[in-house]
């Protein structure tokens, strides 16, 4: 069991919105502003799409938006494209033994 | 930038130990700790542990703690992660991640495979 939970799960059509909650606690999201999201295709590393809960590396799209609220935090991608699907990945800084901690990840499937 | 590039996959035998390394280039390197995350077959992002590469100091996930070492040469720009007393489910990706309290590059991956 993950220490962050995220559904199993998400689909869309492209140009739809999308929303993938990550659920922690007040040992981690809710008290540190360190959530990041990651996209992962099959096969590959992960890449970092949002960090610090709400920034945007140079070069990731404008359609990925991250948002925190008490201990959930969310990532929201817009305007969905076919290359969006992947599998995406929250983590977050804790005040636990394991100082990282990610979520269990999420499918997210492009219709 | 700046690049990660991790030593070959493994297969290795249970009890036995290994070494991965992962050699970076592009960017200062002990601006950053190194971060050590693992994937098993078919499931989710695993965090071991990080070394802070300015001065060596180290942080381990609980469940990893007796079993594993990382450390950093900075001659090199190249941090090294050593499992030891490997077990079956231990068969997984390692990647190296340049990070903080965010993980912004990643190495390729390594596969190690434990099997009799």
């Known amino acids: 069991q993950s220490a962050l939970a995220q559904p199993a799960s998400v689909s869309g059509s492209p140009g739809q919105s999308i929303t993938i909650s990550c659920a922690g606690s007040s040992g981690d999201i809710g008290t540190f502003d360190y959530v990041s999201w990651y996209q992962q295709y099959p096969g590959k590393a992960p890449t970092l799409i949002i960090y610090d809960v709400s920034k945007r590396p140079s070069g990731v799209s404008d359609r990925f938006s991250g948002s925190k609220s008490g201990s959930t935090a969310s990532l929201i991608i817009s305007r969905l494209q076919t290359e969006d699907e992947a599998d995406y990945y929250c983590s977050s800084y804790s005040s636990s033994d394991t100082l990282m901690i990610f979520g269990g990840g999420t499918t997210l499937t492009v219709l | 930038q700046g690049q990660m590039v991790q030593s070959g996959a493994e297969v290795t035998k249970p009890g036995a130990s290994v070494r991965v390394s992962c050699k970076t280039s592009?960017?200062?390197?002990?601006?950053?700790?190194v971060s050590w995350v693992r994937q098993a077959p078919g499931q989710g992002l695993e965090w071991i542990g990080w070394v802070t590469t300015f001065n060596g100091k180290t942080n381990y996930a609980q469940r990893f703690q007796n079993r594993v070492s990382l450390t950093a040469d900075t001659a090199t720009r190249t941090a090294y992660m050593e499992l030891k007393d490997l077990r079956f489910d231990d068969t997984a990706v390692y990647y190296c991640?340049?990070?903080?309290?965010?993980?912004?590059?990643w190495g390729q991956g390594t596969l190690l495979r434990v099997s009799s």
């Open positions: 592009g960017y200062p390197f002990t601006s950053y700790a």
């Open positions: 991640a340049r990070s903080l309290y965010s993980f912004g590059l």
